[in-house]
């Protein structure tokens, strides 16, 4: 059937296809014709779509059902918010406002022996995806490379990783990052409900960790896309940076950049061993000229 064919079809006949899309192919279905967006626009077609996405029953018409379908069509979980937390009260956990997080708050890890965070993210549309849990540790943290960061769709095996051990993140701790998990999760049916876990059962005690949130990422398959991957892998070893940059950008492999003013972590620099040498050496001078003015002033 051509498109013309398709855009003649009764408008009962198009509620019913459109029953079967998600938000996202009913707004690029509003473009296409001034009766398609009559039929898109339906508020009575985003109830069924939410009731078959998230599995419930949308509230009253005030806001409209389509409003509050764009509500919860996100791909973002908070850990503070979203998310069930094992003794998730102080002195174990607590809950502090963050003006860097996207949500307001974050969840901060005290000290805890069994470490067990879940959310659920419903209505998961089919895809290829990487999850991105955004953390931040803070200093003298404790056993926190033996926690497990997963993610599971179902009748999917789970992908998982853990935190790359790194001494410096432990003794000055970080800023906020995104952790990646390594293997990319994939969603076949749609509308999954995928499972994000945060575990560690060991008896040793975890301590001074921040977790912000959890989101999915989708991955971007396209044969641009995979055209850029190329160019990267094969010259990752070339100092023409410059050059496979203006390639990515030729591509249009621009990812998507967090939707906060987080900066990604990276490992204590030399600059940070020398902000560190200096406040040792400006606290030993300060103490050293408090001791001299004490021993003049005992003397006099």
Same mark, same amino acid.
């Given at each position: 059937?051509?498109?013309?064919?398709?855009?003649?079809?009764?408008?009962?006949?198009?509620?019913?296809?459109?029953?079967?899309?998600?938000?996202?192919?009913l707004?690029?279905?509003?473009?296409?014709?001034?009766?398609?967006?009559?039929?898109?626009?339906?508020?009575?077609?985003?109830?069924?779509?939410?009731?078959?996405r998230?599995?419930?029953?949308?509230?009253?018409?005030?806001?409209?059902?389509?409003?509050?379908?764009?509500?919860r069509?996100?791909?973002?979980?908070?850990?503070?918010?979203?998310?069930?937390?094992?003794?998730?009260?102080?002195?174990?956990?607590?809950?502090?406002?963050?003006?860097?997080?996207?949500f307001?708050?974050?969840?901060?890890?005290?000290?805890?022996?069994?470490?067990?965070v879940?959310?659920?993210?419903?209505?998961?549309?089919t895809?290829?995806y990487?999850?991105?849990?955004?953390?931040?540790?803070?200093?003298?943290?404790?056993?926190?490379?033996?926690?497990?960061?997963?993610?599971?769709?179902?009748?999917?095996?789970?992908?998982?990783s853990?935190?790359?051990?790194?001494?410096?993140?432990?003794d000055? !701790?970080?800023?906020?990052?995104? #952790?990646v998990?390594?293997?990319?999760?994939?969603?076949? /049916?749609? *509308?999954?409900?995928? +499972? $994000?876990?945060?575990?560690c059962?060991?008896?040793?005690?975890?301590?001074?960790?921040?977790?912000?949130?959890?989101?999915?990422?989708?991955?971007?398959?396209?044969?641009?896309?995979?055209?850029?991957?190329?160019?990267?892998?094969?010259?990752?070893?070339?100092?023409?940076?410059?050059?496979?940059?203006?390639?990515?950008?030729r591509?249009g492999?621009?990812?998507?950049?967090p939707?906060?003013?987080?900066?990604?972590?990276?490992?204590?620099?030399?600059? !940070?061993?020398?902000?560190?040498? #200096?406040?040792?050496?400006?606290?030993?001078?300060?103490? /050293?000229? *408090?001791?001299?003015? +004490? $021993?003049?002033?005992?003397?006099?």
């Open positions: 059937m051509t498109s013309c064919g398709i855009t003649i079809l009764p408008d009962d006949v198009l509620f019913r296809v459109f029953a079967l899309c998600n938000g996202d192919d707004r690029t279905f509003s473009a296409v014709s001034r009766g398609f967006r009559v039929v898109a626009q339906d508020d009575f077609l985003w109830r069924v779509i939410y009731r078959r998230f599995d419930e029953e949308p509230g009253s018409r005030t806001p409209s059902y389509q409003e509050q379908y764009n509500d069509d996100c791909s973002i979980l908070s850990i503070a918010n979203n998310c069930e937390i094992a003794h998730g009260h102080p002195p174990y956990w607590r809950f502090s406002a963050d003006s860097r997080s996207v307001g708050n974050v969840a901060l890890l005290s000290a805890v022996s069994w470490l067990h879940q959310g659920r993210l419903r209505g998961v549309h895809g290829r990487r999850v991105i849990w955004r953390l931040f540790v803070l200093p003298r943290a404790q056993n926190i490379f033996t926690i497990s960061f997963r993610a599971k769709a179902a009748q999917r095996k789970a992908v998982e853990q935190l790359p051990p790194n001494a410096s993140l432990l000055f !701790g970080s800023d906020y990052f995104d #952790f998990i390594s293997d990319v999760l994939v969603v076949k /049916a749609p *509308f999954e409900t995928v +499972l $994000f876990e945060c575990v059962t060991s008896r040793e005690w975890k301590t001074n960790i921040a977790l912000c949130s959890v989101r999915l990422e989708p991955v971007d398959d396209t044969p641009r896309a995979r055209r850029a991957r190329a160019i990267v892998s094969f010259e990752s070893n070339s100092a023409d940076k410059d050059r496979i940059k203006r390639q990515l950008g591509l492999n621009s990812r998507p950049q939707g906060a003013a987080y900066r990604l972590w990276q490992p204590w620099s030399t600059a !940070g061993w020398a902000e560190a040498s #200096f406040m040792a050496v400006f606290c030993v001078l300060l103490a /050293a000229l *408090f001791a001299h003015l +004490l $021993f003049d002033k005992t003397r006099a």
